[in-house]
C-alpha cells in the first residue's frame, strides 16, 4: 500500500508588519523587523570573508526553511569556506555536490524521499529540499543539470546565490558578471578600457520562460523579509522552484565590508536588478517597483571593480538601466533619460565617494 507523501506548508512572514520600522529620506524602511525563527540551521562560526552576502543569504534562507530541511551546495566558496575538516555551521543535513550537479543530486533527494515516504521507509513529512548554488554552476558550468530538474518538476528549491564571479578559484568571470565589471580574467586595459564587454546572462528570465510550470523569483540580500518569503514560497510550491539572489561578494567586487545589504537596495534602486515573481498558475510576471530610482553611478562608485570606467562606460550602463525600467513598466525620469549622454558623465573614479581603483581583484 503506497503511504501518503505529507508536505510542509510554511507561514509568509508579514512584511507590513514590521514593528519598529523607521523611514529615512526616501521614504525607504530600513529596519527590517519581523518575528525571525530563533533557530539558525546556519549558525555563526563559519569562514567566509566579513562581510560576505552569499553568506548572509545562506543564514536567511536556512531561517526561512527552519529545522526539517536538507541542503546541497555544489563547489563554490560556500562550499569550501563552510565544510572545513571536522567542522561545519549546518545543524541540518548538508551534502557537497560537484560543481555541474547540483540539479541532479538534487533531483536524487526528492525523488528518493518521496519513494521512501511512499514505501513507508521514511515516516515524513517530506522534509525541505533545496540546494544553493553559485552563479558559476547554476549559470555555466551546472545549468544543464538544474534545468533538467526543473524541467522534470522534481519537488524541490534550486537557488542560484549570485556573487557575480567564479569567486572561489579568484575571482574571474562568469556568465553573470555585469558590462564593465573587472575580474581576474577581464582586466581592463588599452585594447578593452571597459573589461567586461559582455552584458549579463538573463539566468532566471530563462529559468521562468524555459519552464513554465515552476515558481521563479528574483530577490536580493537587501530585502531579508522578500528573501525569506521567495523562499518559503518556493518550498511551498508543490513541484520545482527557482530563485535567483545577487549576493555581493566583498573580496572580488572591493567595497566598504558593512555596504552588504545596502548595495542590495541600490542595486534593485537604479534599475541593474529587477525583483519579480513569476507565478506559473497566471503564467504571469509580478515586478517590484521600488520607490526610489537612482543614477547608476550611486551603485557603481561604491565598488572598486567599477572604478576604471570611462563617461561612455558609464552612460552605456544607464542606458541599459533605463531599459530595464520600461521593461518592469516604470516610467524613466528626465534626469536618468538625461544620463544616457556620455557628456554629463566623469570617469568613475573621480565620482564622489568612489572606491579607490581597483589594485588588483581582493588586494
Ligand atoms: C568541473 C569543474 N570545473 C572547475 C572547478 C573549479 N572550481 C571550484 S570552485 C569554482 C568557482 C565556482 O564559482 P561559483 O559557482 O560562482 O561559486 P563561488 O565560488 O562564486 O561561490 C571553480 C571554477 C570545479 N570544481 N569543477
Ligand atoms: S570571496 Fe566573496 S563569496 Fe567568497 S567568501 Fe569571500 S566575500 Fe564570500
Ligand atoms: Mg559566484
Known amino acids: 500500500m503506497a503511504h501518503e507523501v505529507i508536505r510542509h506548508q510554511l507561514p509568509l512572514f508579514d512584511e507590513d508588519g514590521r514593528a519598529g520600522a523607521t523611514d529615512d529620506e526616501h521614504g525607504r524602511d530600513l529596519y527590517y523587523l519581523p518575528d525571525l525563527p530563533e533557530e539558525d540551521p546556519y549558525a555563526a562560526g563559519h569562514r567566509t570573508c566579513a562581510g560576505c552576502g552569499p553568506a548572509i543569504q545562506y543564514r536567511w534562507v536556512l ?5 526539517d530541511t536538507v541542503v546541497a551546495g555544489p563547489t563554490g566558496c560556500m562550499y569550501v569556506a563552510n565544510s572545513t575538516y571536522l567542522c561545519t555551521p ?3 543535513p548538508w551534502a557537497h555536490t560537484p560543481i555541474a550537479s547540483g540539479g541532479s543530486f538534487t533531483s536524487g533527494m526528492a525523488a528518493g524521499y518521496e519513494a521512501m515516504i511512499r514505501k513507508g521507509r521514511y ?3 517530506y522534509p525541505n529540499i533545496l540546494v544553493m548554488a553559485g552563479d558559476g554552476s547554476a549559470s555555466d558550468i551546472g545549468i544543464g543539470s538544474i534545468s533538467g530538474a526543473l524541467y522534470r518538476n522534481h519537488d524541490a528549491l534550486f ?6 564571479c567564479y569567486a572561489n578559484t579568484g575571482i574571474q568571470v562568469s556568465p553573470t558578471t555585469p558590462y564593465a565589471g573587472m575580474t581576474t580574467f577581464t582586466p581592463f586595459g588599452k585594447a578593452i578600457p571597459e573589461g567586461n564587454k559582455l552584458p549579463p546572462k538573463n539566468l532566471a528570465k530563462m529559468m521562468a520562460e524555459g519552464h513554465p510550470h515552476c515558481y521563479v523569483a528574483t530577490t536580493t540580500v537587501g530585502y531579508p523579509v522578500d528573501l525569506m518569503n521567495k523562499t518559503r514560497k518556493g518550498l511551498n510550491h508543490v513541484g520545482a522552484a527557482f530563485l535567483h539572489c545577487y549576493t555581493p561578494c566583498q573580496k572580488g ?12 537596495r541600490r542595486v534593485v534602486e537604479s534599475g ?3 525583483v519579480w515573481e513569476y507565478d506559473p498558475a497566471e503564467r504571469e510576471y509580478h515586478y517590484f517597483h521600488p520607490p526610489v530610482q537612482r543614477p547608476v553611478t550611486d551603485y557603481l562608485a561604491l565598488q572598486g571593480r567599477f572604478g576604471h570606467m570611462l563617461p561612455e562606460h558609464v552612460a552605456t550602463m544607464q542606458t541599459g538601466a533605463n531599459r530595464n525600467w520600461e521593461a518592469i513598466g516604470m516610467e524613466v525620469p528626465r534626469h536618468l533619460r538625461d544620463l544616457e549622454d556620455p557628456g554629463r558623465h566623469q570617469r568613475l573614479k573621480d565620482e564622489n ?6 589594485r588588483g581583484v581582493g588586494a
Do not use: R
Open 272 to 274: 541593474l536588478w529587477p
Open 353 to 358: 565617494y568612489s572606491m579607490p581603483l581597483n
Open 123 to 125: 515516516p515524513g513529512p
Open 253 to 264: 567586487w572591493v567595497y566598504q565590508t558593512s555596504m552588504t545589504v545596502e548595495l542590495g
Open 90 to 92: 549546518y545543524t541540518v
Open 63 to 67: 531561517k526561512a526553511a527552519g529545522q
Open 159 to 164: 537557488i542560484c546565490y549570485d556573487n557575480e
